[in-house]
């Protein structure tokens, strides 16, 4: 089992007041700024849940289609997931995950097959899944 930790802190109200976010477990990031406006307009420097999600999509992905793929006998040379959530009215509605790959020795069949798995295993998708529309694409070479 593993633990991680990260805190918030917030002061105002929702649309003039502002926050930062920590990463607490690692440190690697304080206080980063979170604003409202920079959730739903600009970021100006500025982080967002959304952005946060979107990190920890990409990471997640690109770790569980390593597996898929080394699992099936195609370690990956190089992947690259960029992901983007959306938030509308209130809610994350969509998270798109692109990925880009090199993996030697592997066709588009195998690659296809370790991306559907991967889009199963990883644990990040599994939290969202059934609350977020979760595409993917990709492509391999």
Request: charged share 20%.
């Amino acid at each position: 089992m593993a633990d991680r930790s990260a805190s918030a802190e917030w002061q105002g109200n929702l649309f003039e007041g502002r926050g930062t976010v920590s990463a607490d477990s690692s440190g690697l990031f304080s206080d980063a700024g979170v604003t409202w406006a920079a959730r739903t307009e600009s970021p100006e420097g500025k982080t967002s849940p959304e952005e946060l999600i979107a990190a920890a999509h990409s990471a997640c992905f690109c770790m569980a289609l390593s597996n898929e793929l080394s699992t099936r006998g195609h370690a990956p040379g190089r992947l690259q997931a960029d992901a983007t959530c959306t938030f509308v009215d209130g809610k994350v509605t969509t998270m798109v995950i692109d990925v880009t790959a090199t993996v030697p020795g592997a066709d588009r069949a195998a690659f296809d097959e370790a991306l559907a798995a991967a889009e199963q295993s990883c644990p990040v998708s599994n939290a969202l899944r059934g609350n977020v529309d979760i595409r993917v694409t990709a492509s391999l070479s």
